[in-house]
């Protein structure tokens, strides 16, 4: 009973080729967010939205899109695929608390370009 | 640039014994602090938050926060093998509804039996 489910959870894609990672949450948090993990780089975040109609980047955006279908919903492109973007990917969400506002994270989907 | 600063170990230490595990930030108005583990290949997971000064126990684990020093620190008392993981660090940093939080590297922790 996953809260926050990626799709798939890996993939081996060549060098310009479109690959779109799915994302989905059952914890009705309004919050999600894209990041990409490398050895020793700890997270990067790559976009962010607060709301179905409120997208923002992050550190890293470029080469990467996102579209959020839905509340539960949010998926990240990559529009021509190239080896440096060869990562640990993970969704995570959280709440619109005042206090805590903990992201929960998805079980991540390793690509690997080739 | 906001940051958030951890060793990035690794740290060794043997079964049984306290490991401690550092945090600093640059972003004095933050608010929020939380540790999260993340064993080899998985997500990260939420250990603990804390978001006054003093310190917070969970069990084995308690969090310290000293915001006149900008430092959050972990405790890890009677560590186990299952402890070895990284940590992650994150704070909470901007105000209002316009917050993200914003990740340390990480801290390499390994409990030899």
């Known amino acids: 009973d996953a809260d926050v489910t990626q799709t798939p959870r890996n993939r081996i894609t060549k060098t310009g080729k479109r690959i779109m990672l799915e994302c989905s949450q059952t914890k009705g948090h309004d919050r999600m967010y894209w990041y990409r993990q490398d050895p020793g780089l700890g997270l990067q975040l790559i976009y962010y939205s607060f709301d179905v109609k409120d997208i923002n980047k ?3 955006s470029d080469g990467y899109s996102v579209s959020r279908q839905a ?4 998926s990240l492109s990559l529009e021509s695929a190239i080896p440096n ?5 993970f969704c995570a969400t959280s709440g619109t ?15 690997t370009v080739l | 640039q906001k940051e958030v600063e951890q060793n990035s170990g690794p740290l060794s230490v043997p079964e049984g014994a306290i490991a401690s595990l550092n945090c600093t930030y640059s972003d004095r108005g933050s608010q929020s602090f939380f540790w999260y583990r993340q064993y080899s290949g998985k997500s990260p997971e939420l250990i603990m938050f804390i978001y006054s000064n003093g310190d917070k126990e969970d069990g084995r684990f308690t969090a310290q926060l000293n915001k006149a020093s900008q430092y ?3 405790l890890i008392r009677d560590s186990q093998p299952s402890d070895s993981a990284t940590y992650l660090c994150a704070v909470k940093m901007g105000g209002g509804s316009n917050y993200k939080l914003t ?3 990480g801290t390499l922790l390994t409990v030899n039996p």
């Open chain 2, 103 to 105: 990740f340390g590297k």
């Open chain 1, 58 to 60: 992050g550190e890293i």
């Open chain 1, 71 to 74: 509340q539960a919903k949010f």
């Open chain 2, 72 to 74: 959050v620190s972990l």
């Open chain 1, 97 to 111: 608390g005042v206090v805590n506002n903990e992201q929960f994270f998805g079980p991540g989907t390793r690509l």
């Open chain 1, 85 to 89: 973007q060869t990562a640990l990917y």
